[in-house]
């Protein structure tokens, strides 16, 4: 008698590759055949993790429509079988897909568009943690400047994108015509406010800035970011408002301080 894991192992091997072991596992009649049988667990478990996906990025499958993004599932299930307990993650690396794609090689919107969505999701779902406010900054030492390290809230994400997939997002959200693609190179930071998730746009030296310290540069590094577009004079003076700026978002969770950095 087959065990319990050798039966699941022949019927997934069916499902996800077309394997036949499982065929003597299925009682046949004379009106529904063994391979029906099979093709229907099959297409049960295809449609069900298409499903997943379209809840994951709905707005990707807006702008492919149901064929083609039935084609995009079984395509990424091929390459990237579901791995995980909770269907709440599969797709976690399908803009990765998109990207290297040769199928959608020509349209990079789709890519980006796919990153902004699941930067949505795992705002809205990210776990808990504390956030400060801009007050915070007038209990920092002088000496502490240098050396801070802040550490950011889970639910943050900054996306750096080269095309339009925030405007194609914005017009497909009001049930309006999506924009064509088109370059609009740019930072953006995607967080949660309460249990709503937010994004907008970051100024090139803010995201330089943000980047450096999410890399874990101390502050006083990071600073020297900004230099591309500001004078050493002026360059601690907005790089401080601009921390100022992410406390009052809710964006930090901590100020720590890495002495000898």
């Known amino acids: 008698m087959n065990g319990l894991r050798t039966i699941q192992q022949q019927l997934s091997a069916h499902m996800r590759h077309g ?51 039935m084609t995009l599932t079984q395509d990424y299930l091929a390459a990237h079988p579901s791995q995980r307990r909770s269907v709440r993650w599969l797709g976690d690396t399908l803009a990765d897909f998109l990207a290297a794609g040769e199928a959608y090689a020509e349209a990079p919107v789709l890519a980006e568009l796919a990153r902004l969505e699941w930067a949505l999701g795992t705002a809205f779902d990210a776990a808990d943690a504390p956030t400060l406010s801009a007050a915070a ?18 639910a943050l994400t900054v996306l750096s994108l080269q095309w339009n997939a925030i405007a194609v997002w914005q017009a497909l959200d009001k049930d309006e015509e999506p924009p064509r693609p088109a370059e609009a190179a740019g930072g953006w930071a995607v967080w949660r406010d309460e249990l709503v998730p937010h994004f907008r746009s970051l100024a090139q030296d803010e995201t330089a800035l943000m980047l450096a310290l999410r890399q874990g540069e101390v502050f006083g590094a990071a600073c020297e970011k900004l230099l591309v577009w500001h004078s ?9 408002g601009y921390l100022g700026r992410w406390l009052a978002d809710g964006w930090i969770s901590a100020l720590d301080t890495k002495p000898g950095a």
């Open 137 to 154: 900054l007038g209990e920092l030492a002088d000496d502490d400047w240098p050396v801070l390290a802040p550490r950011f809230h889970p």
């Open 232 to 240: 050493e004079e002026e360059a601690p003076g907005i790089a401080a």
């Open 19 to 69: 394997d036949m072991q499982a065929a003597d596992l299925i009682v046949e009649t004379a009106s529904v055949p063994r391979a029906t049988r099979l093709r229907i667990y099959a297409h049960a478990y295809i449609a069900r993790l298409e499903e997943v996906l379209r809840s994951n990025y709905p707005k990707l499958h807006l702008v492919l429509g149901d064929e083609d993004f």
